[in-house]
């Protein structure tokens, strides 16, 4: 699995939409599954983020990129 509940991720720049803040930064919350009953992982997924401006938007795992501690830390 690529990502995990927890981790810290940007959206790629290649993703608009006008709910995502200018640092594109968020948290997954969870993993957005289309049935309440499914529990095994799929190939790729699909996860809730919730993003540093307070919305929580749904975004497939090809439209974000994991933030290192590395990299948070530069940010700073």
Same mark, same amino acid.
């Given at each position: 699995?690529?990502?995990?509940?927890?981790?810290?991720?940007?959206?790629?720049?290649?993703?608009? /939409?006008?709910?995502?803040?200018?640092?594109?930064? $968020?948290? +997954?919350?969870?993993?957005?599954?289309?049935?309440? &009953?499914?529990?095994?992982?799929?190939?790729? /997924?699909?996860?809730?983020?919730?993003?540093?401006? $307070?919305? +929580?938007?749904?975004?497939?795992?090809?439209?974000? &990129?994991?933030?290192?501690?590395?990299?948070?830390?530069?940010?700073?």
């Amino acid at each position: 699995m690529k990502f995990k509940v927890g981790d810290l991720v940007r959206v790629k720049d290649s993703t608009d /939409d006008q709910n995502i803040p200018e640092s594109r930064c $968020g948290l +997954i919350m969870e993993r957005y599954s289309t049935r309440p &009953d499914e529990k095994h992982m799929r190939y790729t /997924d699909i996860w809730n983020v919730l993003l540093t401006n $307070g919305n +929580i938007l749904r975004f497939h795992e090809m439209f974000l &990129d994991k933030i290192s501690e590395e990299e948070y830390e530069k940010e700073d």
